[in-house]
T-cell receptor, first 112, second 114 residues
Framework: SQQGEEDPQALSIQEGENATMNCSYK?????LQWYRQNSGRGLVHLILIRSNEREKHSGRLRVTLDTSKKSSSLLITASRAADTASYFC????????????FGAGTRLFVKA | DGGITQSPKYLFRKEGQNVTLSCEQN?????MYWYRQDPGQGLRLIYY???????QKGDIAEGYSVSREKKESFPLTVTSAQKNPTAFYLC?????????????FGPGTRLTVL
């Protein structure tokens, strides 16, 4: 099964609201990344958080990591219609070799 | 412009045919990857290469083949042995094949079997 699992599977909000997506994983990790995918396109890297970090910010993005709960969250503040996309967490693990393992993603729809 | 390109964008294949998907990068990255994405799902690793002339099977390599003769290029062949090849294929690269390295993705190739 996949290492990272996002929750919820889909999220619909109004423009200006905040969007929170969660990711849970099973084994120990070196880092966790969040990627964004617009429909029918490739993935774009958003942010990386290392296992010894608890929180990281980048513009309107805020990522938290709780290694004791094996979970991470991505918060997008003041969402815009252009934020409509799928968001994936990806874990780089200590186990399983070098592979980065992607979750199934959260589909975010921001209504204008 | 630095980046990673894939061609073609759309590809149609008849059953029993082999097809090759192109992936080129000019980022001077050592590592390259091929993923398959099915509708509403995440990415599954097909093959990866950490260095020229070397590649390793990922989680779903059966029915696929790759080569890495040049640092810039990592073509993927979908063979007739792949029973359900209709999917979106994504190529990616990273500076090195380290654990959890940031990956840079191409725009993808959508393969449809007729």
């Amino acid at each position: 099964s996949q290492q990272g699992e996002e929750d919820p599977q889909a999220l619909s909000i109004q423009e200006g609201e905040n969007a929170t997506m969660n990711c849970s994983y099973k084994t120990s990790i070196n880092n966790l990344q969040w990627y964004r995918q617009n429909s029918g396109r490739g993935l774009v890297h958003l942010i990386l958080i290392r296992s010894n970090e608890r929180e990281k910010h980048s513009g309107r993005l805020r990522v938290t990591l709780d290694t004791s709960k094996k979970s991470s969250s991505l918060l997008i503040t003041a969402s815009r219609a252009a934020d409509t996309a799928s968001y994936f967490c990806a874990t780089g693990g200590n186990t399983g070799g070098f592979k980065t393992i992607f979750g199934a993603g959260t589909r975010l729809f921001v209504k204008a | 412009d630095g980046g990673i390109t894939q061609s073609p964008k759309y590809l149609f294949r008849k059953e029993g045919q082999n097809v090759t998907l192109s992936c080129e990068q000019n980022l001077n990255h050592d590592a390259m990857y091929w993923y398959r994405q099915d509708p509403g799902q995440g990415l599954r690793l097909i093959y990866y290469s950490q260095i020229v002339n070397d590649f390793q099977k990922g989680d779903i390599a059966e029915g696929y083949s790759v080569s890495r003769e040049k640092k810039e290029s990592f073509p993927l062949t979908v063979t007739s042995a792949q029973k359900n090849p209709t999917a979106f294929y994504l190529c990616a690269s990273s500076i090195a094949g380290g654990i959890g390295d940031t990956q840079y993705f191409g725009p993808g190739t959508r393969l449809t079997v007729l």
